[in-house]
């Protein structure tokens, strides 16, 4: 114990004495708790079923961990859906697993999404947007966050928001359609939007995307990549969840009129035609619910799943026999799919039909491993590979 906390102080004696003059001064603080306990001990992790050569161990516990955001000195942001708090964790002493929680705030409506952008945390409501400032100087005591923007519909139906910058500084922000299956006359329903970072500019940036809870950033050609979710109450098998990829604002990705790129709905898709909207770079599982995605850019995997995309797949609700649970895999090359395979599974039993985690988000660490958060288990898993 005396060691640990000497290494501790020796971590923060260095992030506060860096030679960056602008590196954030971190602080232990008040309001932290442990970030692991027993309880997760108590998670049957040897049920994951992994490629041979990695590991899955748990990083943190966060009560209905959902979407995550890394800051450069490695303060790790996760938002929350089904409560109303925003969290920070830290590993303290270079082991790889977290040691201290904040709660950065309560009483928020869906927090889910959090970003992270020159020494700020932006936090997405369902109707808002807003920002701590400095936040890694005074995660004990953050205080009143500022409202960057607050125009935002305030539906609660597909309201929670998955929130990301971009490569052009922008804060991309979606909006999900407020129904399972409908028209919209307002273009910001089904939609990408994105803000600059004082909240001026707010513009649709993708249409047609009924709810997607995850994008990324291609590391090579700057696309942007997203999952969204397919409708329900079209059968077990149909319509599929999708990957899609935007190469250029104003594109229509094809809700309510079209899913999965060939499949007419049953209430729309009389009104247009499939061929005039952009088709999925890959159909994934039906009902699959897809999140999270990442490119994988570290060094710690095989070279084959260098710039692959790992998605998590929090898994279905509206299918009578389950499926998803999952982390995924879709290859790339030259910007199309090469194929869509399961990389980690086990949080369902196929058989009793009963999980016991959800995958939300997932995250490359700087060392090359990967983060996947879990809002029904309530961690975020570390996964990694030695061979």
């Given at each position: 114990?005396?060691?640990?906390?000497?290494?501790?102080?020796?971590?923060?004696?260095?992030?506060?004495?860096?030679?960056?003059?602008?590196?954030?001064?971190?602080?232990?603080?008040?309001?932290?708790?442990?970030?692991?306990?027993?309880?997760?001990?108590?998670?049957?992790?040897?049920?994951?079923?992994?490629?041979?050569?990695?590991?899955?161990?748990?990083?943190a516990e966060v009560d209905n961990a959902r979407s995550m955001a890394l800051s450069p000195s490695g303060t790790l942001f996760v938002g929350n859906r089904a409560?109303?708090?925003?969290?920070?964790?830290?590993?303290?002493?270079?082991?790889?697993?977290?040691?201290?929680?904040?709660?950065?705030?309560?009483?928020?409506?869906?927090?889910?999404?959090?970003?992270?952008?020159?020494?700020?945390?932006?936090?997405?409501?369902?109707?808002?947007?807003?920002?701590?400032?400095?936040?890694?100087?005074?995660?004990?005591?953050?205080?009143?966050?500022?409202?960057?923007?607050?125009?935002?519909?305030?539906?609660?139906?597909?309201?929670?928001?998955?929130?990301?910058?971009?490569?052009?500084?922008?804060?991309?922000?979606?909006?999900?359609a407020p129904c399972n299956i409908c028209e919209s006359k307002d273009a910001v329903y089904a939609s990408i939007t994105r803000i600059n970072t004082d909240g001026?500019?707010?513009?649709?940036?993708?249409?047609?995307?009924?709810?997607?809870?995850?994008?990324?950033?291609?590391?090579?050609?700057?696309?942007?990549?997203?999952?969204?979710?397919?409708?329900?109450?079209?059968?077990?098998?149909?319509?599929?969840?999708?990957?899609?990829?935007?190469?250029?604002?104003?594109?229509?990705?094809?809700?309510?009129?079209?899913?999965?790129?060939?499949?007419?709905?049953?209430?729309?898709?009389?009104?247009?035609?499939?061929?005039?909207?952009?088709?999925?770079?890959?159909?994934?599982?039906?009902?699959?619910?897809?999140?999270?995605?990442?490119?994988?850019?570290?060094?710690?995997?095989?070279?084959?799943?260098?710039?692959?995309?790992?998605?998590?797949?929090?898994?279905?609700?509206?299918?009578?026999?389950?499926?998803?649970?999952?982390?995924?895999?879709?290859?790339?090359?030259?910007?199309?799919?090469?194929?869509?395979?399961?990389?980690?599974?086990?949080?369902?039993?196929?058989?009793?039909?009963?999980?016991?985690?959800?995958?939300?988000?997932?995250?490359?660490?700087?060392?090359?491993?990967?983060?996947?958060?879990?809002?029904?288990?309530?961690?975020?898993?570390?996964?990694?590979?030695?061979?």
């Amino acid at each position: 114990m005396k060691g640990s906390k000497i290494i501790a102080a020796f971590v923060l004696f260095m992030a506060c004495s860096s030679s960056n003059s602008d590196a954030p001064v971190l602080v232990d603080g008040e309001n932290s708790s442990p970030a692991i306990t027993e309880a997760s001990s108590r998670l049957p992790l040897n049920t994951i079923k992994l490629p041979q050569g990695f590991e899955i161990s748990v990083y943190a516990e966060v009560d209905n961990a959902r979407s995550m955001a890394l800051s450069p000195s490695g303060t790790l942001f996760v938002g929350n859906r089904a409560g109303d708090k925003v969290y920070a964790v830290r590993d303290m002493d270079g082991d790889f697993k977290a040691d201290k929680r904040w709660i950065l705030a309560s009483g928020l409506n869906m927090p889910n999404g959090v970003a992270f952008k020159n020494g700020d945390l932006y936090v997405a409501e369902v109707s808002r947007i807003l920002k701590f400032a400095g936040i890694e100087s005074k995660l004990g005591n953050p205080g009143t966050p500022t409202v960057v923007f607050d125009k935002y519909p305030t539906e609660t139906h597909h309201g929670w928001k998955y929130i990301a910058f971009g490569p052009d500084g922008k804060l991309y922000v979606p909006v999900g359609a407020p129904c399972n299956i409908c028209e919209s006359k307002d273009a910001v329903y089904a939609s990408i939007t994105r803000i600059n970072t004082d909240g001026s500019g707010m513009e649709v940036y993708a249409n047609g995307i009924r709810n997607t809870v995850g994008f990324t950033w291609h590391p090579q050609t700057n696309e942007m990549w997203f999952t969204d979710n397919g409708r329900d109450m079209m059968g077990d098998d149909i319509p599929p969840c999708e990957l899609n990829k935007i190469t250029q604002a104003g594109m229509h990705f094809g809700y309510p009129y079209c899913h999965g790129g060939t499949i007419k709905d049953t209430e729309f898709g009389n009104k247009r035609a499939c061929s005039e909207f952009t088709v999925p770079v890959q159909n994934l599982g039906p009902h699959v619910a897809p999140l999270g995605l990442k490119f994988y850019t570290g060094s710690m995997f095989p070279s084959q799943y260098s710039n692959q995309v790992f998605i998590a797949e929090h898994g279905s609700w509206n299918r009578s026999k389950k499926i998803g649970y999952r982390v995924s895999l879709v290859g790339v090359a030259n910007g199309a799919s090469t194929g869509y395979s399961t990389f980690a599974s086990g949080w369902l039993d196929d058989e009793a039909q009963k999980a016991w985690g959800r995958p939300v988000d997932v995250l490359v660490m700087p060392d090359g491993s990967m983060l996947v958060s879990d809002d029904m288990a309530g961690v975020i898993y570390r996964i990694t590979y030695s061979g």
